[in-house]
């Protein structure tokens, strides 16, 4: 979270924005995965009814809303509720922490192909943006999973789908 906050600042001054909404941007990184951690079947429980059929792995993103709704604003809610799917109705904030979670350098997988994609953002913000969520819906497909209905339309929005 330490790291993905600190990518979202980074983010967010380099794109010039305001001192409290760099601030904003970081604290939605920090508090993204607060749930992470917690029992499966407590965060079920939590979870608004159209999030309780998510895998164990993914459903701390709409827990973690729920819990936060009353100390953060709508577009963190989305933002930190959708980090695990993707969302259509997402501004830049949400894309940002999506790109974020992926690219954050502590991850072990591929570190030099993330970096390489990291040095992008936010020069080129969409690009990057549209390459990542074309990778991770790949992935979930080469392994034969489902993809959420928010992942696809999440894409589509992206792909420039009317
Ligand atoms: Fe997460």
Same mark, same amino acid.
């Given at each position: 979270?330490?790291?993905?906050?600190?990518?979202?600042?980074?983010?967010?001054?380099?794109? $010039?924005?305001?001192?409290?909404?760099?601030?904003?941007?970081?604290?939605?990184?920090?508090?993204?995965?607060?749930?992470?951690?917690?029992?499966?079947?407590?965060?079920? $429980?939590?979870?608004?009814?159209?999030? /309780?059929?998510?895998?164990?792995?993914? *459903?701390?993103?709409?827990?973690?809303?729920?819990? *936060?709704?009353?100390?953060?604003?709508?577009?963190?809610?989305?933002?930190?509720?959708?980090?695990?799917?993707?969302?259509? $109705?997402?501004? /830049? *904030?949400?894309?940002?922490?999506?790109?974020?979670?992926?690219?954050?350098? $502590?991850?072990?997988?591929? !570190?030099?192909?993330?970096?390489?994609?990291?040095?992008?953002?936010?020069?080129?913000?969409?690009?990057?943006? /549209?390459?990542?969520?074309?990778?991770?819906?790949?992935?979930?497909?080469?392994?034969?999973?489902?993809? /959420? !209905?928010?992942?696809?339309?999440?894409?589509?929005?992206?792909?420039?789908?009317?």
């Amino acid at each position: 979270m330490l790291r993905v906050g600190a990518l979202m600042a980074e983010w967010a001054a380099a794109l $010039g924005l305001a001192q409290a909404e760099v601030a904003r941007w970081q604290r939605t990184g920090l508090l993204h995965d607060c749930l992470r951690d917690a029992p499966p079947e407590q965060l079920r $429980g939590e979870a608004p009814a159209q999030f /309780r059929e998510l895998s164990d792995a993914v *459903l701390h993103g709409p827990a973690a809303a729920e819990r *936060l709704a009353d100390s953060i604003d709508a577009e963190m809610a989305d933002a930190i509720r959708y980090h695990t799917l993707g969302y259509a $109705g997402w501004d /830049r *904030l949400g894309c940002a922490l999506f790109l974020a979670d992926y690219l954050e350098p $502590g991850r072990k997988w591929d !570190p030099e192909g993330r970096a390489a994609l990291r040095a992008r953002v936010p020069g080129e913000f969409d690009a990057v943006l /549209r390459e990542v969520v074309a990778e991770r819906l790949t992935r979930l497909i080469s392994h034969g999973k489902p993809v /959420r !209905p928010e992942s696809v339309a999440f894409w589509n929005r992206l792909a420039g789908a009317p």
